[in-house]
């Protein structure tokens, strides 16, 4: 077998698993899980590597966000290193009451930390700083790799809150919901009816592909963008085929990471119609219309 290339080989060097080092500070904001920022490594005598963790209410969510997360590190894209991380529930101040048993399984990004100039300035306008931050959002070089990825994944809920601005460039964070019939169909998703639904899906909407056509910008580097995606095809299928071949403790742990690599081949699989996907959404706008 060839050579892995040298990106995907540090990807699949070992499976993102971390545990939780400290107590980790809740993050207040307006989020629909609860959100916390601590330290994690892969065992208490190393330095720990600060992250952003998610609580999700299904194991769905979780595979969802980790398969999003390493795809989008093949393709490139401005998305924070994804992990699986396992805490105490006592080391998570608000932890809703639920039977977790001896740990907690989150979902973990690596933290980037936000620009301080932007975040006083949209302080400052309150009310408008929505309109101000999609204008900053949409003029970026993140804006059509983030739109055409949207669409990729079929990603309904790229609000203004899940960008970041680190004074360089702009992230994209949040896909737990994304590809919806994964967690619909989940029981069933190994089979071919149900790839087939999955490989099919557009979502309701595409929230910044949209905003960058109501604010009449260049939308054909989307189609480019989207062009470069489908030339790592490949490597999106090697990516699958290596975490596979993890292994990790506990059956919980390692049905995550089997259904996470069966959700990254269905990602690739979507590679061929994304630019059919992407034109349709752009000549029909009206979202109603269009999916009913």
């Keep these: 077998m060839a050579a892995l290339p040298k990106d995907l ?8 698993v971390y545990r939780l080092l400290n107590v980790a500070d809740r993050v207040e904001g307006r989020h629909l899980n609860h959100v916390w920022k601590g330290l994690v490594g892969t065992g208490y005598d190393e330095p720990g590597l600060p992250v952003f ?3 999700l209410p299904s ?5 969802i966000e980790l398969a999003c997360g390493l795809a989008s590190q093949v393709l490139k894209l401005p998305v924070p290193m994804p992990g699986v991380v396992l805490a105490d529930p006592e ?6 009451p639920r039977d977790y048993g001896s740990e907690v399984v989150l979902f973990g990004s690596v933290f980037q930390a936000p620009d301080q100039f932007l975040e006083r300035r949209k302080r400052e306008l309150q009310a408008h700083g929505d309109d101000y931050l999609w204008n900053r959002v949409c003029s970026s070089d993140t804006a059509p790799k983030g739109a055409a990825w949207d669409e990729l994944v079929a990603n309904p809920d790229r609000h203004i809150d899940n960008f970041l601005f680190d004074g360089i460039k702009w992230w994209l964070f949040d896909h737990n919901q994304a590809l919806q019939p994964v967690a619909t169909l989940y029981a069933e998703v190994v089979g071919s009816n149900a790839q087939a639904q999955v490989v099919s899906h557009v979502a309701r909407a595409n929230q910044l592909l949209e905003q960058l056509r109501d604010r009449h910008l260049e939308t054909a580097s989307v189609d480019i963008e989207a062009e470069t995606f489908l030339k790592q095809a490949r490597k999106l299928k090697l990516l699958a085929t290596g975490m596979r071949s993890w292994r990790v403790e506990g059956d919980r742990i390692s049905q995550i990471f089997q259904m996470a690599a069966l959700i990254v081949d269905l990602i690739a699989l979507r590679l061929e119609p994304l630019s059919l996907y992407i034109a349709q959404r752009l000549e029909r706008p009206d979202a109603e219309s269009l999916w009913s």
């Design 9 to 16: 080989q540090s990807l699949l060097d070992r499976p993102p």
């Design 91 to 96: 080391d998570l101040p608000g932890l809703p």
């Design 59 to 63: 194991q769905a969510q979780i595979d």
């Design 53 to 55: 963790v998610k609580l």
